[in-house]
């Protein structure tokens, strides 16, 4: 297999600009590398959340929410694939699908909701929901990137866009499943009095 990457520090991006798949340079500000970033980054806090995970509990219960998530890393590798390589169709709406079925699975054993839940309540969950906010930034800056006149594709309208949405929907739900699992009860919003 030849190398993807053969050198780490290149020195190109000293001056704040860096190269993109089809030749050009473009500013490190630039939304594009803003909504790479974010891909990046809730990734990167996904795959610490997997070892956690796989660290806290032996469960059936949690190595599906881990292989879940592990299926989640690599989408998101295609999803950052697509936004950065115009004309690349990387994600199908069949993932869309997909990942709505796995909500709707997680969450039909769930009691419903009568209030907000505060992130928290253990450390598996807080991780789910930082990595669900994470997943929020990414789409709110992947929506940046479609208002610019420089984002080429509607297929990341129609894909990546709503499996980033319905992504931050799926990470509040295993957040829900882990308080669950641990047996421990989700924290609510509490309203205040209003005089």
Not at 60 to 74: C, F, G, S
Not at 79 to 99: D, N
Request: some cysteine; glycine content about 6%; overall charge positive.
């Amino acid at each position: 297999m030849k190398s993807r990457i053969s050198r780490v520090t290149t020195k190109t991006g000293d001056s704040g600009y860096t190269g993109i798949s089809n030749g050009s340079r473009i500013s490190k500000n630039h939304p594009l590398i803003h909504v790479l970033g974010d891909v990046d980054e809730l990734n990167a806090f996904i795959g610490l959340f997997i070892h956690e995970l796989k660290n806290s509990f032996k469960l059936k219960e949690t190595d599906k929410i881990a292989n879940i998530l592990t299926k989640v890393q690599h989408i998101l590798f295609d999803i950052g694939g697509e936004i950065s390589s115009p004309g690349i169709k990387l994600v199908s709406e069949k993932k869309v699908i997909e990942i709505t079925k796995q909500i709707n699975e997680l969450n039909k054993n769930l009691s419903p909701l009568k209030e907000f839940i505060l992130p928290g309540g253990s450390k598996l969950s807080s991780l789910a929901h930082l990595s669900r906010t994470v997943a929020r930034r990414a789409e709110r800056n992947l929506v940046g990137f479609l208002e610019s006149d420089d984002c080429p594709s509607s297929n990341i309208k129609n894909t990546c866009l709503p499996y980033l949405n319905r992504l931050s929907d799926l990470l509040f739900v295993i957040s829900r499943c882990l308080m669950d699992i641990e047996k421990k009860d989700d924290v609510f919003w509490e309203k205040p009095e209003v005089n």
